[in-house]
């Protein structure tokens, strides 16, 4: 059987580089063989304790999945990327990936960041020419609380600067602007960016300081959260008054990423290719072809209304019942008793009404051949 483990994955901070760096540099898991029940029962028990763990972490770590809307994301963020190669004299365009929650935001924009420096450390090596450690991506989270000086501090925190405790807002940005430069970093990352409070002063002071770093930094400034032009990140800010912000519009490209929908057939067929992956990534002894393509189709679109963090939950736990409990496959009467996110559920009966009533349905239409 494989082992299926990586490396420190469970206790991983990806807001210091050591962290982002076992992120990105982890090997890749490997799905645990699929069993039949009757190899199931000759296990030892310790065997098969350990493959039950295998199994219970694979599940919990079955994504991300290459659907079209990650496709599509990171071809356009390949695109900005590449074109910010410009001359340090240049300002550098920004991007803000902005959607609802549960589209998969994070996870996308992490898998885009490890490619990123994955490419970034093949192309230039491991350390700069001044023999510094190369870092090309820089990730922060936000919280409700961030001024320039918290997010100073945050990126000078990545870093592991030893500076980091005490000094005004301006030296610690001239820290972390040391830090970029001398680790050659080419992507910031700004994850939950909408926990800033835009109509508040410390809004209006990130605003400037990111406007500060794409003018002084060479990097591509990458922006995550939910709601942002309603927050005022594309606009003039809350108020109509603040021009900070609106020139931080004018500099920064607005992505999104989409729900599955149901209806039209191109939907219906991306909805069953995502279904189809999960179900070959499942591993259950009674699994079988269609058990979550064709015979959960509709019931799984209601459960997750479309949302890929909902559906991947949803899964997730339905497979560690379906271990737990010895069941080994996933219907409709072992998923009833997996609670999922709110937000799902409570969406969940007016659209399980129109799929049952057959107004709706998530199955494609099957292609017809046609004769020579």
């Excluded at 490396?7 to 807001?15: D, I, K, V």
């Excluded at 990650?70 to 004299?89: A, M």
Aim: glycine share 8%.
């Amino acid at each position: 059987m494989n082992d299926g483990s990586v490396p420190q994955s469970r206790s991983l901070a990806l807001s210091r580089k050591e962290d982002f760096k076992a992120f990105a540099e982890s090997p890749r898991r490997s799905r645990p063989d699929l069993l039949t029940r009757k190899q199931l029962k000759s296990l030892p028990a310790p065997a098969r304790a350990d493959y039950d763990r295998q199994r219970r972490q694979w599940h919990a770590n079955i994504g991300p999945v290459k659907t079209p809307q990650l496709t599509e994301l990171h071809e356009d963020l390949w695109d900005i990327v590449d074109s910010n190669e410009q001359d340090g004299d240049k300002a550098k365009g920004a991007v803000a990936v902005d959607a609802f929650p549960g589209l998969g935001k994070t996870t996308s924009v992490l898998a885009f960041a490890r490619d990123f420096r994955q490419r970034e450390i093949e192309e230039s090596g491991a350390f700069t020419s001044q023999g510094h450690e190369r870092i090309p991506v820089c990730r922060v989270g936000l919280t409700g609380n961030t001024g320039m000086k918290d997010l100073n501090r945050a990126m000078l925190e990545f870093f592991g600067h030893p500076g980091q405790m005490r000094g005004t807002t301006a030296q610690f940005g001239r820290r972390v602007l040391d830090c970029v430069l001398s680790c050659d970093v080419r992507l910031v990352v700004l994850d939950d960016l909408h926990f800033l409070k835009w109509g508040q002063k410390s809004g209006i002071e990130v605003s400037n300081h990111l406007k500060w770093i794409a003018n002084e930094f060479p990097v591509t400034l990458l922006m995550v959260g939910v709601e942002l032009a309603k927050k005022g990140l594309f606009g003039e800010g809350t108020n109509g008054r603040d021009t900070a912000l609106a020139q931080t519009g004018r500099r920064t490209t607005r992505l999104g990423l989409r729900p599955f929908t149901i209806d039209t057939e191109a939907g219906r067929r991306e909805w069953r290719q995502m279904l189809l992956a999960l179900e070959q990534r499942v591993v259950l002894a009674d699994k079988h072809p269609g058990m979550v393509a064709d015979d959960l189709s509709d019931y799984l679109f209601a459960r997750s209304t479309g949302h890929i963090g909902s559906l991947m939950t949803l899964i997730n736990r339905s497979c560690q019942r379906a271990v737990r409990t010895g069941a080994e496959r996933l219907d409709q009467e072992l998923m009833d008793r997996v609670k999922n996110d709110e937000a799902s559920e409570a969406a969940r009966l007016e659209l399980q009404a129109a799929l049952e009533k057959k107004r709706l349905s998530s199955r494609p239409q099957p292609r017809i051949r046609q004769s020579a």
